[in-house]
């Protein structure tokens, strides 16, 4: 399956209308409609009842959508049934435990989408872990299912179980591993390392994304607006860098074809893996 090109996710409460109404104008890729921790447990059936409407309202403005299911299976089967819809893309299933759950999860949709005539595998998966029990699980996880699109950490559920303080020290070691794991299966790692308690401090946000980046990071979901468009700009490419891209592998490609083994590009020697990077680059390019 094609990889999705995701930049930014941002959760909305499924039965806050007027987040809602306003969602396809913040800029995000991904609005993820949420089921779960955002939902007290007297308004799950509320939420469900809910995601008709809004699936299709957001979807009529050219939103792309994700739902975030519950992980209890008691919650997750309903969230299921009413979440699997033409106008959604993906689910969010919480607290991955392995690849044994995601493929259960995944013949409960296959279901689902056949009763709707939808085809299999119209519904992609983004796993998030958030347990140290499912850590070593986490390239089977990535590798289970070809519904999986991205794989990121639950940073607060799994510090809470860590009994640590979410943050750059206590997530690293445990960001990388995502993006081994994810990159590894051919899909997104997503997540950023660093602790954003304060949804003010956008220069600071700014520096984590950036670092997170540049450790090979896809994409990040987000709670507040605010963090949309600088998301985007440090998970996306900037025109000039997409220029320079096309710049290298044009000449890189016709240093080839006129039989030149060593290629030098703007004072630097280059080679396949920086070609690789570039084409790489580009196919993220909006």
């Not at 690293?172 to 995502?178: A, L, N, T």
């Not at 468009?229 to 220029?243: K, L, M, S």
Request: glycine share 8%.
């Amino acid at each position: 399956m094609t990889v999705p090109n995701w930049r930014s996710l941002l959760f909305v409460p499924t039965t806050a209308e007027r987040f809602v109404a306003k969602a396809h104008t913040r800029g995000a890729d991904v609005i993820i409609l949420d089921l779960e921790d955002s939902i007290p447990p007297a308004e799950k059936e509320a939420a469900r009842a809910a995601l008709a409407g809004a699936a299709a309202a957001l979807h009529a403005e050219g939103q792309a959508l994700a739902i975030r299911i519950n992980r209890p299976l008691e919650l997750a089967i309903p969230d299921i049934a009413a979440a699997i819809r033409p106008e959604v893309a993906a689910l969010m299933l919480p607290k991955v435990m392995g690849a044994e759950h995601v493929r259960l999860l995944s013949e409960v949709v296959a279901a689902r989408e056949a009763a709707l005539g939808l085809p299999t595998g119209h519904t992609r998966f983004i796993g998030i872990v958030e347990t140290p029990q499912a850590l070593p699980n986490l390239a089977a996880i990535a590798l289970a299912d070809p519904r999986m699109a991205a794989l990121g950490l639950g940073s607060e559920d799994l510090s809470t179980e860590l009994e640590a303080v979410p943050g750059a020290d206590m997530l690293y070691p445990f960001g990388m591993m995502v993006v081994a794991a994810a990159r590894g299966a051919g899909i997104l790692p997503l997540g950023s390392i660093g602790a954003f308690a304060d949804f003010r401090d956008l220069e600071g946000y700014r520096a984590s994304l950036r670092r997170s980046r540049q450790l090979g990071f896809a994409c990040t979901a987000c709670i507040h607006p605010a963090h949309v468009p600088i998301i985007n700009e440090e998970y996306g490419v900037p025109p000039a860098e997409a220029d320079r891209a096309r710049r290298l592998i044009e000449t890189f490609e016709a240093a080839l074809a006129e039989g030149q083994g060593a290629v030098a590009f703007e004072g630097a020697m280059i080679d396949l893996p920086v070609v690789e990077r570039a084409r790489r680059l580009l196919a993220r390019a909006r």
